[in-house]
């Protein structure tokens, strides 16, 4: 969930013996050691029970790993230990917000807002936090409590990294930026307003910095520069080699990350994640099998493991995987691309009629996913309904996206309807877009074959002749493809009185297939011929 986006400035307002304990444990969080972090905080609960945000802490570190009913629990218990402590509270209403339960959220929160008086930053923090980072946001509201939050600790850093968040959050990328810069001037220390920043930059997809410009890369780098062993920088820098397809130094970065964040299981989840961007998918599976043996909670693992195992072409296994995923995820939680690959793995396990109604339920909840489109009109052709597949062909079309396959595709749907002219049409925007391949010359030579009943026009004539001139320079690999051009020229010759040019293709034919039975009896014919 990653609720912490902590300064280090902020983790050093407390100079007590305990609070540099809990200091300790939030700095371990910050560099996603959440297990080491947790171990911290059970000891100081050991310890001193009655500490409300020891307790609070700990549930934030269980949230990381998306258990809620244990963040509960943890939260119940800080505020049983410390009924005057706000922060429980706000970790209640978390749960709630998570859960769904915006009037149960908002009571919690206004409790803890009544406890806090308008003196504690850290409530109003928190609470921002979760209008910022959870679903259902409410960013007037996030600005409001950061104001106030300010106004009690105006030189507190993580306020404006916060506040940077929220204006991203709005697509407000300029002020965002601005928010950063000050938490850096701030706490000139501290590698999390770089980080930020970068992550900002890779979401607009300016990886690399131009003519003295710094992109994510520069940010990510002088993150490094300000704390070498800043753990979730080598993880974004190994995410973004990985999007640039610089593997092996994606994997050098991803190798510095889990070795610095101790190797614990929130790292080995994301390592698992960024196997399967770097299409890694035996690796990822691997990864996710060695979770699952100190941890099965996780869902989203489910989720990954369905993927990789259509990567795989494991089907059986996937579609196991993705149901028992469905069968944990809340409804509002389900992707377009968790309906995508259900669609995908029941079609590949022979169930087409269910895969199209998933296909069509990712679709609808994204549309930009254009490649589902062509994966719902193949399962459509397989399924022998043409005259579907050619309008979800059609729709692609109009989304812009549609690549040479979906032409061909689509002019065989055509063909399969026994529209030949549509069909010639489509094939011919295929030789259009791939002039240098002989399929589409293929098919329109046999789509206009069709609309030349006897021949005479030849209408397949031109198209067959380009097919025979990319053919010819390799005619092992295109044997099949020539013998039926040559076919075809032999008989329109005939047809049309032509004996010479008719016996040199059919001479062809013979020399490529020497056992043809068309080109003997024509051969045969042509010897009584003049």
């Known amino acids: 969930m990653h609720f912490f986006r902590l300064s280090f400035l902020a983790l050093f307002f407390s100079l007590s013996a305990g609070a540099q304990s809990l200091q300790q444990a939030r700095l371990l969080t910050l560099n996603q050691q959440y297990d080491a972090a947790s171990g911290v905080l059970k000891q100081l609960i050991a310890k001193n029970p009655a500490k409300g945000d020891y307790w609070y802490y700990l549930g934030r570190n269980v949230l990381e790993a998306e258990k809620t009913d244990s963040a509960k629990s943890m939260f119940i218990l800080g505020v049983q230990n410390e009924p005057g402590n706000p922060l429980n509270f706000v970790g209640l209403g978390t749960v709630a917000k998570i859960n769904g339960s915006a009037d149960e959220s908002a009571q919690m929160f206004d409790k803890a807002l009544k406890m806090a008086a308008g003196k504690n930053a850290e409530v109003l923090v928190r609470i921002a936090e979760t209008h910022i980072t959870l679903e259902k946001k409410n960013l007037p509201a996030a600005f409001t409590l950061l104001d106030e939050a300010e106004k009690i600790e105006p030189r507190n850093p993580e306020i404006q990294i916060l506040k940077g968040d929220a204006f991203l959050e709005n697509n407000d990328g300029s002020n965002a930026i601005k928010f950063y810069e000050k938490a850096q001037m701030l706490d000139p220390k501290s590698p999390l307003a770089k ?45 973004l080699y990985a999007r640039v397809q610089r593997y092996q130094e994606a994997k050098e970065n991803y190798a510095k990350y889990l070795e610095l964040s101790s190797n614990n299981l929130f790292a080995k989840i994301r390592y698992a994640s960024f196997l399967f961007l770097t299409k890694e998918y035996s690796q990822s599976l691997n990864q996710i099998k060695e979770i699952w043996q100190v941890d099965t909670t996780r869902n989203m693992l489910n989720r990954l493991a369905a993927y990789a195992s259509y990567e795989t072409k494991d089907y059986i296994n996937g579609l196991v995987h993705i149901q028992k995923f469905f069968s944990r995820q809340p409804q509002s939680k389900i992707l377009s691309s968790d309906y995508a690959y259900l669609g995908k793995l029941l079609s590949a396990t022979g169930q087409d009629s269910l895969a199209v109604e998933q296909l069509k339920i ?26 579907l597949a050619v309008a979800t062909y059609q729709q692609k079309i109009a989304s812009g996206k549609a690549t040479a396959n979906d032409y061909y595709r689509m002019g065989q749907s055509y063909y399969n309807l026994k529209e030949f002219g ?25 789509s206009n074959a069709n609309l030349d009943a006897d021949g005479k026009l030849g209408l397949a004539k031109p198209f067959y002749e380009q097919l025979i001139t990319i053919a010819e ?58």
């Open 362 to 387: 990712a679709i609808e909840k994204d549309s930009t996913q254009t490649d589902l489109y062509s994966d719902l009109a193949g399962i459509y052709a397989k399924l022998k309904k043409h005259d």
């Open 195 to 239: 980080l930020r920043i970068g992550q900002l930059w890779m979401r607009a997809r300016n990886f690399s910095g131009k003519d003295g410009s710094m992109g994510a890369l520069e940010y990510y780098q002088e993150a490094l520069k300000i704390d070498p062993n800043f753990a979730p920088a080598y993880a974004e820098l190994g995410e």
């Open 473 to 530: 320079t390799d005619s092992v690999k295109y044997q099949k493809d020539l013998t039926e051009a040559y076919e075809y020229l032999g008989a329109f010759y005939y047809i049309t009185g032509d004996f010479a040019n008719s016996r040199t293709y059919w001479e062809k034919v013979k020399a490529i297939d020497p056992e043809n039975a068309k080109a003997k009896v024509a051969l045969e014919d042509l010897k009584k011929k003049k």
């Open 422 to 446: 549509k069909a010639d049409t489509a094939f011919m925007r295929v030789t259009e877009v791939q002039p240098k391949l002989t399929v589409g010359y293929l098919w329109r030579g046999r």
